[in-house]
Structure formats: structure tokens, C-alpha cells
């Protein structure tokens, strides 16, 4: 088992910046690909990001490509997600995923935390 526990979320300005962290115990985290993944209202969930167990590559949504940034540090069994140039098309609920297996997460598959939310006003 992984528990995985969000952090960071809130209300910023369109243009602004947040810094998600996603906190893991339980297993080995390094092993684990972690992801990002957000829902808003009324649509399905949606991959945002991840990054391989070593955080020697990483994946982006073309929708947040060159605005946000996700990274590891094992030592402290923790993911970030640092968004920048936030836009109200982001808010949602942010969610992290982990899984060994790089496939599986790309597909929502793995452990999952209870999701911080993110609003972004216009």
C-alpha cells in the first residue's frame, strides 16, 4: 500500500502561481511513476502530468505544457506539480496517482489521494 496525501492547493489570480505537493508513506516510493491528474465540475478527470520513479522523464498535458512543472524528491517521499500562469480553465481538484508500472498510471491505474482543490478567478 502507498497512502498519498495533496497539498498546497487554494485561490490564486489568473496569472498566478501554486505549488501542489503530494506526500507519500507506506512502500518504497522511489519505485513508483507518480502522476497528476485534476477533475473540475461537471467533467471527467484528466491527466496533467507525471514523472518516472528516477524523474529521469517526465510527461505533460499539451494544456499545461511549459507552465507547469512536475519533480520528485525520493528522500523526502514527495511530488510536486509547480504551476505557473494559471488560468481559470484550471481550476479543479488535483489528485496524484502512483503506480510501479509507467503504463498503468498513464491510465489512471494505482494509488490515488483525496485531491486538493485549485481555484483560479479571472
Known amino acids: 500500500q502507498v497512502q498519498l496525501v495533496e497539498s498546497g492547493g487554494g485561490l490564486v489570480q489568473a496569472g498566478g502561481s501554486l505549488g501542489l505537493s503530494c506526500a507519500a508513506s507506506?512502500?518504497?516510493?522511489?519505485?513508483?511513476?507518480v502522476g497528476w491528474f485534476r477533475q473540475a465540475p461537471g467533467k471527467e478527470r484528466e491527466f496533467v502530468a507525471s514523472i518516472t520513479w528516477s524523474g529521469g522523464r517526465t510527461a505533460y498535458a499539451d494544456s499545461v505544457k511549459d507552465r507547469f512543472t512536475i519533480s520528485r524528491d525520493n528522500a523526502k517521499n514527495t511530488v510536486y506539480l509547480q504551476m505557473n500562469s494559471l488560468q481559470p480553465e484550471d481550476t479543479a481538484v488535483y489528485y496524484c496517482a502512483a503506480n510501479s508500472n509507467w503504463l498503468g498510471l498513464s491510465l489512471g491505474n494505482g494509488y490515488w489521494g483525496q485531491g486538493t482543490q485549485v481555484t483560479v478567478s479571472s
Open positions: 507506506g512502500r518504497t516510493f522511489s519505485n513508483y511513476a
